[in-house]
């Protein structure tokens, strides 16, 4: 075997990626895959096993390395129900992708799952190479990875704390591949899997949904509270469904009231995001699976600003 030969054969698949190993009669080649999806890193494999084959390696072992890449966890969370935590995550995430950053969504809201319908991913059950989970590609340029897509539609699931701690694991650990950037939809509340979230997988931030309405603010506080026991910083508080613009009329009107998080925030002393209005453009693209931040539209300016200030908080810390 000439080794110059094998290892230009290698290079010209693998680039510095690969180095030719020669022991005897058998030819090792170490492949470091770090931040590579597992279809271009099994694809790139082969190339590299057929390349040195073709060479005059008669034997031929390649052993794939990576790096785990350092992601940073984000939490949304809501101290309450119905307040639109799911759709400011899923745009959240959208938004952060625009701007440039590798973004994967994790929904671990484990009983009401609707990121596969928000970001038009139902109907595609994710696959599995060795034992971890591979995120559904979605047409908003965003991975996704939710309970929804693992159980029938409709089902109830009546677990209890460890099998939830268990599924939001396999969700967070998956294969996220290049991914610099996890945002993670919580259930409501301040339960199983917000304890499991903040002792395990340790975010490096998180954001609260609130609506103007101090029954929700009162909620708002307790999960802030959690997060702050648990010592993950608050990167802010959004106010969703701000006031509400009659389609026909144009009368402004604020059925949940208006300014309470923003005030809430200078109160407790952490940053105030932004507002999202209640409007019903927001409402059908969210149903359709059309997030407003995956597009232009006056509907994703709020969206896209409270990003901004999400990705300056990251660059930041």
Known sequence: MDRQVIERAVA??????????????????????????????????ADVSRAAREAGADEVRVVVTAERPQRALIAVASGKGGVGKSTLSANLAIALARAGRRVGLVDADIYGPSQPRLMAGEGTRPEAIDKKLIPVATPHGVPLLSMGQLVEPGRALAWRGPMTAGALGQLVDAEWGA???????????????????????????????????????????????????????????????AGYVCPHCGEASDPFGNGGAEAKAQALGIPFLGRVP?????????????PPAAGNGAEADPFMSIAAKVGDWLARN
């Open 12 to 45: 010209a698949v693998a680039g510095t990626r690969a180095t030719v190993r020669l022991d005897g009669a058998r030819v090792g080649v170490v492949l470091d895959a770090t931040g590579l999806d597992p279809e271009t890193r099994a694809a790139m494999e």
């Open 278 to 290: 209640l409007t019903l453009a927001i409402r059908t693209a969210s149903d359709a699976g059309v």
């Open 179 to 241: 991914a610099d950037t996890l945002i993670v939809d919580l259930p409501p509340g301040t339960g199983d899997v917000q304890l499991t979230m903040v002792q395990k997988h340790r975010p490096v931030g998180a954001v609260i949904v609130s609506t103007p309405q101090d029954l929700a603010l009162i909620d708002a506080w307790r999960a802030i509270d959690l997060f702050d026991k648990a010592g993950v910083p608050i990167i802010g508080l959004v106010e969703n469904m």
